[in-house]
C-alpha cells in the first residue's frame, strides 16, 4: 500500500522504513479505532482514529521539510536550466521549497489546531486523540524492530 502520493526521485537512505512507519501509523490507529467500535464507544473511536491521522500528517510534514531541506543543501541543487524556463522553474522550485519547511516549522500548530477541532466539533475526549497520535510511536517502534530484525540491505 503505498501512502505517499508521489513516488520518491531522491534515493535517499531509509526511504522504505519511513513509508513503513506511514503504513504503520495508520494501522496502529485504524486497529485502535476498530478495536474501540467493537466495544462499542464510537466517541473513542473516533478520538483515535482522528489522533492516528493527525500523527502521520505530523510525520509526512516532518519527512518532506526535512527532505526539502536536505534537497536544497545538496550540490546538484545548484544546478538549474538555463533560460525563461529555467527560471521559472526555479522560483517555483524555491516557493515550494519554502512553503515546505513552513509546514514543518509550523507543524505542532497545525497539529493543535486539528486537535482542537477534533475535540471541540466532534465531541471526544481529549484522551482518545493523545492515545492516537500515540500510534506515530508505536509505528516507530515496530518499524526500528523490523529493521534490526530485517534490514533492508
Known amino acids: 500500500m503505498i501512502l505517499w502520493t508521489q513516488k520518491s526521485r531522491t534515493g535517499l537512505p531509509g526511504e522504505r522504513v519511513l513509508h513503513?512507519?506511514?503504513?504503520?501509523?495508520?494501522?496502529?490507529?485504524?486497529?485502535?479505532?476498530?478495536?474501540a467500535l467493537a466495544m462499542q464507544r464510537l466517541?473513542?473511536?473516533?478520538?483515535?482514529?482522528g489522533g492516528a491521522v493527525l500523527g502521520w500528517l505530523n510525520f509526512r510534514w516532518l519527512s518532506r521539510g526535512i527532505r526539502a531541506t536536505?534537497?536544497?543543501?545538496?550540490?546538484?541543487?545548484g544546478v538549474r536550466s538555463e533560460g525563461a524556463e529555467g527560471a521559472a522553474k526555479s522560483v517555483k522550485s524555491?516557493?515550494?521549497?519554502?512553503?515546505?519547511?513552513?509546514?514543518?516549522?509550523?507543524?505542532?500548530?497545525?497539529?493543535?489546531?486539528?486537535?482542537?477541532?477534533?475535540?471541540?466539533?466532534?465531541?471526544v475526549p481529549l484522551i482518545s486523540i493523545g492515545l492516537?497520535?500515540?500510534?506515530l510511536v508505536?509505528?516507530?517502534?515496530?518499524?526500528?524492530?523490523?529493521?534490526?530484525l530485517k534490514p533492508e540491505s
Open 43 to 49: 466517541d473513542w473511536a473516533k478520538g483515535l482514529a
Open 94 to 123: 524555491r516557493t515550494s521549497v519554502a512553503a515546505t519547511q513552513l509546514a514543518m516549522v509550523f507543524r505542532y500548530a497545525l497539529v493543535a489546531a486539528g486537535v482542537y477541532v477534533i475535540f471541540g466539533y466532534l465531541h
Open 20 to 35: 513503513r512507519i506511514a503504513a504503520l501509523t495508520l494501522a496502529f490507529g485504524l486497529a485502535a479505532a476498530t478495536a
Open 138 to 148: 508505536a509505528a516507530i517502534m515496530a518499524a526500528s524492530v523490523w529493521e534490526v
Open 132 to 135: 492516537g497520535l500515540c500510534a
Open 70 to 77: 536536505i534537497l536544497a543543501a545538496s550540490p546538484e541543487a
